[in-house]
């Protein structure tokens, strides 16, 4: 859980990282970011700001912030009914990205989990995204990101999401974030 | 038809546009702006350049930059096979659009379509998007824009794009755009 001035922070922190990338947004944007700690109350190191252009029922569009080493932890876009699971392209405006998939395990990656963490990331095929740089991540391919030491802004298509069915493979993740006001 | 110098013209001024929008390129990108004349070799006036960031079986994304009052002729996204038509969502970045869709038609449209083409629009219902403002055109619908005096970059996201499909009003369009080497 967050407290509410933890999100507003985040929320303030995340704005500028889209007004430093370019991101051009409308009134209403600024006031959508969410938080997400993915229930484990850890955000600076495990979570991320995220404001959805739109999800319809066939496509979505979003920005993700990530701050300075921030992880989106390992998880996975399900086949759900006659969905064979969220198709998702993401392209680095800003800052760089450590993508972790399926795969050799990269020697030295540049990725940081937290201690005692190990088990929650299994995928460590690294892919590296700078600035203009994309890649394709297929439905249900496990995988897992973090923002190298600046942050990272992401600019993240995909076919419709749900991110409340998302699959995690840390047991302890909820998707929702409790918010405590205080 | 057009030269090709004319259209690495276009190409050399969409690079400029797509960089005051804050676009960030690829190497690669800065080589794929492709430049539509739709077959009226009229660029000037109705034409477009686009950039696809990527078109899979399910998503896609282009940026498309229009100069000073050009316009993308009206057409629209039929059904093909199990595919309802394409489902688009333009957000502009950059600059000013007319965006024209069936409904009541808006007096004094700030749209100026070429003397002797009215019967090539037949939808005259406005909607003006400015930067950060976005509009989902659903499957089928018939649609046409023009930029505003300052020219536009906007952010396409879509359903799998099938250009050469679509359908436009003017039966002298022909999709693809013939460059001849002189």
Redesign the interface.
């Known amino acids: 859980m967050l407290t509410r001035k933890q999100v507003q922070e985040a929320q303030r922190k995340a704005l500028q990282y889209m007004e430093k990338?370019?991101v051009?947004?409308?009134p209403k944007?600024r006031e959508n970011i969410s938080v997400a700690d993915f229930g484990l109350s850890d955000l600076e190191r495990q979570g991320g700001q995220i404001l959805t252009?739109?999800n319809?029922d066939?496509?979505s569009?979003k920005i993700i912030v990530l701050f300075p080493w921030q992880i989106l932890p390992e998880h996975w876009h399900p086949a759900i009914g006659k969905d064979i699971g969220k198709?998702e392209?993401m392209?680095?405006?800003?800052g760089e990205i450590y993508l972790y998939v399926p795969g050799e395990p990269t020697p030295h990656p540049r990725g940081r989990t937290p201690e005692g963490e190990e088990g929650n990331f299994t995928v460590w095929h690294e892919i590296i995204l700078k600035?203009?740089?994309?890649v394709?991540i297929p439905p249900q391919m496990v995988h897992w990101f973090q923002a190298g030491e600046h942050g990272a802004v992401i600019?993240d298509?995909?076919?419709t999401a749900r991110d409340l069915q998302d699959g995690f493979t840390n047991p302890k993740i909820t998707r929702e974030t409790k918010i405590i006001e205080s």
């Not at 392209?91 to 800003?94: D, Y």
């Not at 600035?131 to 994309?134: F, L, M, S």
């Open positions: 990338a370019g051009v947004l409308s944007d252009f739109f319809t066939r496509i569009a198709e392209i392209r680095v405006r800003w600035p203009g740089e994309q394709i600019d298509y995909s076919s």
